[in-house]
């Protein structure tokens, strides 16, 4: 038997007694065999960790989509606990908090790997990062990325997302501010540009933007800068 | 254990997803009501609770670690969501005592656990880098515990055979990026 198909039967567990026995004793012996086991380990945990954040995000995505559906049955009493809790929440946050300018974020899908302005691995791996959800990594790499390469516009405007998206209002302002017309994600950042704006606690200039956005029909996110406009005022 | 008990967790073993949609669906509402009621917690901070939950559900029946079980799922699941609340809250009373007494003193079982868990989330990210098919089969041979022959007729292989090598092909790649991205890491 191939010793790659080895490992992995004996680390699924896949050998009979004695070819078990007889593996344990040559990883004890031989230091090479002993560090090939231990990668293949650390592979499967790390497809494992790949996995598990994976499916952690398809449920919380899943989760957004069961509040529009007709669900399980739920006792009065649930019902009733229910109905009090959200109606005093929703008194506590309408009375206590003004509207979130992050409800108003857009979805980015993250551009394939081909289209990468910047061919480079990093990227690469940042952009995947990016997709998973993970903007405090991916943001990380994008900065750096930028610092060798400060006009590139796709790393510019991903970098800024990443920067809003962690709550990092300023840096992602000045990010979104030096995307100039011509590039393909003018539009979207100028939108982002308004958010961040408003986040950053200056309404005057995003509903500036978000009107000079509304008023363009043509512009993809003239709608959604409408509702913002409602929210704002 | 019930019959519906093995069966949820035969399902589990064998690679469905959608069983563990279909608990979170059954049971998210029960459980963000009970941890409202019972441990003062935000109803996003309940759904992620239940959200790690079914996670934790996943990873202990892959570990084997729910193959005796007595209990229905739904009390297994509320029981990792209790815990998970408990350690939290835990965890926050010591770490702010950890904070009031700081120690400046090397833990090595600490630095190993932190380069252990480095390395996981470099193997991760270079996984996750890879591009089709090779991601599909190991998730499928690794993840998943399909055997060659289901892995082949997944992905539309002619036979086990030919995705027994391509396996073998995407695994040297992923073990030769993760030695190489090693080295870059101590050269650093």
Request: with cysteine; net charge negative; proline share 2%.
């Amino acid at each position: 038997m191939e010793e790659s198909e080895l490992i992995d039967k004996f680390l699924r567990g896949e050998l009979d007694t004695e070819q078990d026995e007889n593996l344990t004793k040559q990883i004890q012996a031989n230091n090479e065999l002993k560090r090939k086991v231990a990668l293949r380990k650390l592979v499967i945990e790390g497809i494992n960790l790949a996995y598990t954040e994976k499916l952690k995000q398809d449920l919380i995505e899943f989760d957004k989509t069961l509040d529009g559906k007709n669900r399980v049955q739920f006792s009065w009493k649930t019902a009733a606990v229910f109905a009090f809790f959200i109606t005093a929440s929703s008194i506590a946050y309408f009375v206590t908090r003004p509207t979130d300018p992050y409800n108003f974020d857009i979805a980015e899908p993250g551009i394939p790997n081909s289209m990468g302005a910047v061919n480079d691995i990093e990227f690469i791996n940042a952009m995947n990062e990016f997709k998973a959800g993970d903007f405090v990594t991916s943001g990380q790499v994008f900065k750096t990325l930028l610092k060798t390469d400060h006009a590139n516009d796709t790393l510019l405007y991903f970098s800024g997302l990443c920067d809003l998206r962690n709550r990092e209002v300023k840096p992602a302002i000045e990010k979104f501010q030096q995307i100039n017309v011509q590039s393909a994600f003018s539009i979207k950042a100028t939108y982002r540009l308004a958010i961040a704006y408003w986040a950053d606690g200056d309404t005057k200039k995003a509903i500036e933007l978000l009107e000079k956005i509304k008023s363009d029909k043509n512009n993809p996110f003239s709608e959604q800068a409408e509702k913002a406009l409602q929210a704002i005022n | 254990m019930s019959l519906e008990t093995s069966a949820i967790i035969e399902a589990i073993k064998a690679g469905s997803e959608k069983i563990l949609f279909q608990l979170y669906e059954t049971y998210r509402d029960e459980f963000v009501s009970w941890a409202i009621r019972n441990h003062q917690v935000s109803i996003e901070e309940a759904k992620d609770v239940f959200q790690e939950s079914v996670v934790a559900l996943y990873k202990n029946v892959k570990a084997g670690k729910a193959d005796t079980l007595e209990s229905t799922v739904k009390t297994y699941l509320f029981g990792i969501g209790k815990n998970i609340i408990l350690n939290a809250l835990k965890r926050k009373s010591v770490e702010v005592r950890a904070y009031e007494n700081v120690n400046h003193e090397h833990d090595n079982g600490i630095n190993d656990h932190y380069d252990q868990e480095h390395l996981i989330n470099l193997v991760k990210r270079l996984y996750r880098a890879m591009g089709s098919p090779c991601k599909e089969i190991l998730e499928l041979f690794y993840e998943k515990g399909y055997d060659m022959e289901s892995v082949a007729s997944h992905i539309g292989y002619k036979n086990a055979d030919v995705a027994k090598k391509k396996k073998y092909e995407c695994l040297k790649s992923l073990e030769e990026r993760i030695n190489m991205s090693r080295l870059k890491d101590i050269l650093n």
